[in-house]
């Protein structure tokens, strides 16, 4: 229980679960006042944030919590006894099981993590470790089904961060696995028809996004879920870009791990979750070492606690995890479903609008269109001919708007749709349709500004 | 600051002529006592400039580039090949590290046209700390491939 009251969001009084009403403007308003960051001016212009994708602004109720928790509750956690240290791993553990709930979890299927990419690191260094510990007999025979070797395959696909890509070109490596990828088309479609002959019985592993962080595009996750299972392969989905921004629950995307971060959405930096089925975090080997994740240990060896202990080694980030709690409230008492709405339609206004500029390149589906089922979330990534990405973001900074400039971590993608940088604008559920607006009417005057008239074609 | 300080005309008409871009007119092996070669890459942004220098006679006789990038990074490697043709590897030197200064002086050392001519112009990027390493690329390769062609 906590010991103060943390102010929960503001909401309209007339929310009925069953039919959420729309998140409009005058309640985004109220929101934004909720977001120190967002009522500042930048040069005498008011800030227009349009870099969520990047980092989410966080609202006073998420502020507090972390602060609250060192002046009450502030001890190391899962152990010592005094009543400080009690509150501490109660606040702790409690934050934890409110982070599963919000992602469909158990709570001993959330690990913290420093990010989304020590998750992913994580599991592919569980699964290296897993193959050592099979190869030297430690362990029991569960863990064969974690080992790979030469003739094993690991999928991804071509659009991924690099934090989802370069982990598994590492336990590649290190195991003499094949890293094999999904390729997309000249759009940046994913080609699902070679996806399935891709992943087959060679396939061990298949990681991917669950929504892309420069397309804009939720994944089609099902089907290379089903493609998965039906290879007996594990499935990794990176849910840096799903988690904020709509409702998702792990155990219906049948997915065996995934990774999220907080600071993506409303926590503070420094924290994130690997989610994982139960029996494979509990039989998979650790990654990191040391302190609070032991039962008994000599001078010449350890044993380890069941997940999440396990993957928990060394102090925790306890204030962290306790104001990730704090963001998951507000998130979940502002109504996923509604935050996903809004942000497919700030996504359809900022596609528009790009679209419509002479010499301005939309990238991902084009306004209207729907990729895989799913309608564009609130990101939306654009190539201005003839101004590289850094003068495009240099010309909207002077004007107070805070855009996204280059390969997004996603080189592969650019590379592969001709690029080497881009221009991204991300919407969040304080995004108005006005800063919209004010950043389409901006972005049709850079290629004035750089003496390039607006009907050129480069 | 307004943003014009920053994109001076200067700059943004030498982004568009881009002078010593291509290495179709380098001087050959034959005719140089030194060449040199260096590429430099900006992980951040993904700028890439390579830079060819000949030396011949006591003075660079060419310094020609390729390369990809904002205006400020291209407009800084056409303003280099200006300036630094013609000049012997010393003075190059002198002028490399007198851009240096100004650009990495956050705004406190202004350009002087008198030793830096057409670099003056990048004063304003001093102001901007994201975009120093714009202005630098082509200068540290120039400078890598100077002394390549010289040591």
């Given at each position: 229980?906590?010991?103060?009251?943390?102010?929960?969001?503001?909401?309209?009084?007339?929310?009925?679960?069953?039919?959420?009403?729309?998140?409009?403007?005058?309640?985004?308003?109220?929101?934004?006042?909720?977001?120190?960051?967002?009522?500042?001016?930048?040069?005498?212009?008011?800030?227009?944030?349009?870099?969520?994708?990047?980092?989410?602004?966080?609202?006073?109720?998420?502020?507090?919590?972390?602060?609250?928790?060192?002046?009450?509750?502030?001890?190391?956690?899962?152990?010592?006894a005094h009543e400080l240290a009690v509150r501490a791993t109660d606040a702790y553990e409690e934050a934890r099981a409110a982070v599963a709930g919000f992602v469909g979890a158990d709570p001993a299927e959330l690990v913290w993590t420093s990010n989304a990419t020590e998750a992913l690191n994580l599991v592919a260094y569980a699964f290296s470790n897993?193959?050592?510990?099979?190869?030297?007999?430690?362990?029991?025979?569960?863990?064969?089904?974690?080992?790979?070797?030469?003739?094993?395959?690991?999928?991804?696909?071509?659009?991924?961060?690099?934090?989802?890509?370069?982990?598994?070109?590492?336990?590649?490596?290190?195991?003499?696995?094949?890293?094999?990828?999904?390729?997309?088309?000249?759009?940046?479609?994913?080609?699902?028809?070679?996806?399935?002959?891709?992943?087959?019985?060679?396939?061990?592993?298949?990681?991917?996004?669950?929504?892309?962080?420069?397309?804009?595009?939720?994944?089609?996750?099902?089907?290379?879920?089903?493609?998965?299972?039906?290879?007996?392969?594990?499935?990794?989905?990176?849910?840096?870009?799903?988690?904020?921004?709509?409702?998702?629950?792990?155990?219906?995307?049948?997915?065996?791990?995934?990774?999220?971060?907080?600071?993506?959405?409303?926590?503070?930096?420094?924290?994130?979750?690997?989610?994982?089925?139960?029996?494979?975090?509990?039989?998979?080997?650790?990654?990191?070492?040391?302190?609070?994740?032991?039962?008994?240990?000599?001078?010449?060896?350890?044993?380890?606690?069941?997940?999440?202990?396990?993957?928990?080694?060394?102090?925790?980030?306890?204030?962290?995890?306790?104001?990730?709690?704090?963001?998951?409230?507000?998130?979940?008492?502002?109504?996923?479903?509604?935050?996903?709405?809004?942000?497919?339609?700030?996504?359809?206004?900022?596609?528009?609008?790009?679209?419509?500029?002479?010499?301005?390149?939309?990238?991902?589906?084009?306004?209207?269109?729907?990729?895989?089922?799913?309608?564009?979330?609130?990101?939306?990534?654009?190539?201005?001919?003839?101004?590289?990405?850094?003068?495009?973001?240099?010309?909207?900074?002077?004007?107070?708007?805070?855009?996204?400039?280059?390969?997004?971590?996603?080189?592969?993608?650019?590379?592969?749709?001709?690029?080497?940088?881009?221009?991204?604008?991300?919407?969040?559920?304080?995004?108005?349709?006005?800063?919209?607006?004010?950043?389409?009417?901006?972005?049709?005057?850079?290629?004035?500004?750089?003496?390039?008239?607006?009907?050129?074609?480069? | 600051?307004?943003?014009?300080?920053?994109?001076?005309?200067?700059?943004?008409?030498?982004?568009?002529?881009?002078?010593?871009?291509?290495?179709?007119?380098?001087?050959?092996?034959?005719?140089?006592?030194?060449?040199?070669?260096?590429?430099?890459?900006?992980?951040?942004?993904?700028?890439?400039?390579?830079?060819?220098?000949?030396?011949?006679?006591?003075?660079?006789?060419?310094?020609?580039?390729?390369?990809?990038?904002?205006?400020?990074?291209?407009?800084?490697?056409?303003?280099?090949?200006?300036?630094?043709?013609?000049?012997?590897?010393?003075?190059?030197?002198?002028?490399?590290?007198?851009?240096?200064?100004?650009?990495?002086?956050?705004?406190?050392?202004?350009?002087?046209?008198?030793?830096?001519?057409?670099?003056?112009?990048?004063?304003?990027?001093?102001?901007?700390?994201?975009?120093?390493?714009?202005?630098?690329?082509?200068?540290?390769?120039?400078?890598?491939?100077?002394?390549?062609?010289?040591?």
């Amino acid at each position: 229980m906590a010991l103060v009251s943390i102010p929960a969001p503001l909401r309209p009084d007339s929310a009925d679960p069953a039919h959420p009403s729309d998140l409009d403007d005058s309640e985004v308003e109220r929101i934004r006042h909720d977001f120190p960051a967002l009522g500042q001016e930048l040069g005498g212009r008011p800030l227009v944030y349009l870099d969520s994708g990047a980092t989410s602004q966080k609202p006073r109720s998420v502020l507090e919590a972390e602060q609250d928790f060192y002046e009450t509750r502030n001890a190391a956690v899962h152990r010592g006894a005094h009543e400080l240290a009690v509150r501490a791993t109660d606040a702790y553990e409690e934050a934890r099981a409110a982070v599963a709930g919000f992602v469909g979890a158990d709570p001993a299927e959330l690990v913290w993590t420093s990010n989304a990419t020590e998750a992913l690191n994580l599991v592919a260094y569980a699964f290296s470790n897993a193959t050592l510990w099979a190869e030297r007999g430690r362990g029991g025979s569960e863990l064969r089904r974690f080992a790979l070797g030469p003739g094993d395959e690991i999928v991804v696909t071509e659009l991924e961060h690099h934090a989802n890509l370069i982990p598994w070109q590492e336990l590649a490596f290190r195991t003499g696995a094949a890293l094999r990828y999904i390729p997309i088309d000249d759009d940046g479609r994913l080609d699902l028809a070679e996806a399935s002959r891709i992943i087959g019985p060679n396939t061990r592993l298949v990681a991917f996004s669950h929504a892309s962080n420069v397309l804009g595009t939720v994944s089609p996750v099902e089907e290379l879920v089903g493609l998965a299972r039906r290879a007996g392969a594990f499935t990794v989905l990176d849910a840096c870009q799903s988690v904020p921004h709509q409702p998702v629950d792990f155990k219906q995307l049948d997915v065996d791990f995934a990774a999220f971060s907080g600071h993506k959405m409303l926590a503070p930096t420094g924290i994130g979750a690997l989610y994982g089925r139960r029996e494979l975090l509990d039989a998979l080997p650790p990654f990191l070492v040391g302190g609070s994740m032991i039962t008994t240990v000599t001078m010449e060896r350890a044993d380890y606690l069941p997940a999440p202990q396990r993957f928990e080694a060394g102090t925790q980030r306890i204030s962290q995890a306790v104001a990730f709690a704090a963001a998951v409230d507000y998130l979940r008492e502002t109504g996923m479903q509604r935050i996903a709405a809004r942000e497919a339609r700030l996504g359809e206004r900022l596609a528009e609008g790009i679209a419509a500029l002479d010499g301005v390149r939309l990238l991902g589906p084009a306004p209207g269109e729907d990729w895989y089922g799913h309608p564009r979330f609130g990101i939306a990534a654009f190539d201005v001919a003839g101004v590289h990405a850094h003068d495009v973001g240099q010309f909207l900074d002077s004007r107070g708007i805070a855009v996204r400039v280059g390969h997004h971590c996603a080189q592969p993608l650019h590379r592969r749709l001709g690029l080497t940088a881009s221009t991204r604008a991300s919407a969040y559920l304080y995004t108005t349709e006005a800063e919209v607006d004010s950043f389409l009417a901006s972005l049709a005057e850079v290629r004035g500004y750089f003496g390039l008239t607006s009907k050129a074609g480069s | 600051m307004s943003l014009d300080a920053l994109y001076q005309q200067v700059i943004l008409e030498h982004a568009k002529e881009r002078h010593g871009s291509g290495f179709a007119d380098t001087l050959g092996e034959a005719q140089a006592a030194g060449l040199g070669e260096s590429h430099q890459l900006n992980p951040v942004c993904g700028d890439e400039v390579t830079v060819r220098v000949a030396v011949a006679d006591g003075a660079i006789q060419s310094l020609r580039w390729e390369g990809q990038g904002c205006s400020i990074s291209m407009a800084s490697a056409s303003v280099l090949h200006d300036l630094a043709e013609g000049a012997s590897p010393e003075e190059f030197r002198r002028l490399a590290e007198a851009f240096r200064e100004m650009i990495r002086s956050r705004g406190q050392i202004p350009g002087d046209p008198e030793v830096l001519g057409d670099a003056a112009a990048f004063e304003g990027v001093s102001r901007y700390a994201a975009r120093v390493k714009c202005a630098m690329i082509a200068w540290v390769a120039a400078e890598d491939a100077a002394r390549q062609a010289t040591g």
